[in-house]
């Protein structure tokens, strides 16, 4: 059966575009051009993913994007206008997948969609077929007053248990698992967000400053996860 894909914008040129670039791929799309009417389909439809334009009537995408979240797991792009609305779209507060911003080329969207579905299909996978090995799976990775739970998906902080996004513990664990290497921005985006992402890097940027608030003393001044300049980042432990 193939996957669901729920396009929410009004401007009708660019809502038939996706609409039929996506057909082509062979996806099933609904179409809506206004919030509430989106957020009505998405609780009656559970698409697979869903395809939100942030300046909408009615609800805005950040709003009904909120909702969403609140409601369902599946996985939202954003497309914003306007790049300084990027740490807003992927933060707590809202809370998309992923952003594109316009103008956009399809050929890229049309990439993401796939990753983001692909990964859906992963996680699925792996909450129906946990990892087999014991050890793989009860890893405690512990360094000074800071440590990690991969059994548990769980970041402590002297003892404390810090609230995390899901991407910013997969983004925390893969760092930390290359302790002491130089791992690039396009690795991270790679292996954190998925293999065929053609993500841009400030997603990676982004994250990681969310979680230097989160896990450093000085955020402003790291000593866990270093700047390595023109090359990326280094987890120092
Ligand atoms: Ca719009």
Not at 151 to 171: C, F, I, M
Not at 203 to 225: F, G, M, Q, S, Y
């Amino acid at each position: 059966m193939s996957d669901l894909i729920l396009v929410v914008e009004d401007e009708l040129a660019l809502q038939e575009t996706l609409a039929y670039n996506l057909k082509r791929q062979g996806y099933e799309v609904e179409t809506a051009g206004e919030g509430y009417q989106a957020l009505a389909m998405s609780r009656k439809l559970h698409p697979d993913l869903i395809i939100l334009d942030v300046m909408l009537p009615g609800i805005d995408g950040f709003e009904l994007c909120r909702i969403l979240r609140q409601e369902m797991t599946t996985p939202v792009l954003m497309l914003t206008a306007r790049v300084d609305e990027i740490d807003r779209v992927v933060g707590l507060e809202v809370g998309a997948d992923d952003y594109m911003t316009k103008p956009f080329s399809m050929r890229e969207l049309m990439a993401r969609v796939k990753a983001m579905l692909r990964r859906v299909r992963l996680i699925r996978q792996e909450f129906n077929h946990p990892p087999a090995t014991e050890e793989a799976s009860s890893q405690m990775l512990v360094f000074d007053n800071l440590a990690i739970d991969m059994n548990r998906r769980e970041v402590t902080l002297n003892g404390q248990a810090l609230s995390v996004k899901p991407k910013e513990y997969d983004l925390l664990s893969f760092l930390a698992q290359h302790r002491g290497q130089v791992l690039s921005r396009e690795l991270i985006l790679e292996r954190v967000w998925g293999w065929d992402y053609i993500g841009d890097s400030r997603t990676v940027d982004v994250h990681v400053r969310w979680l230097r608030e989160k896990i450093e003393p000085v955020p402003a001044n790291p000593h866990r996860i270093v700047t390595v300049r023109s090359a990326g980042y280094r987890f120092e432990g």
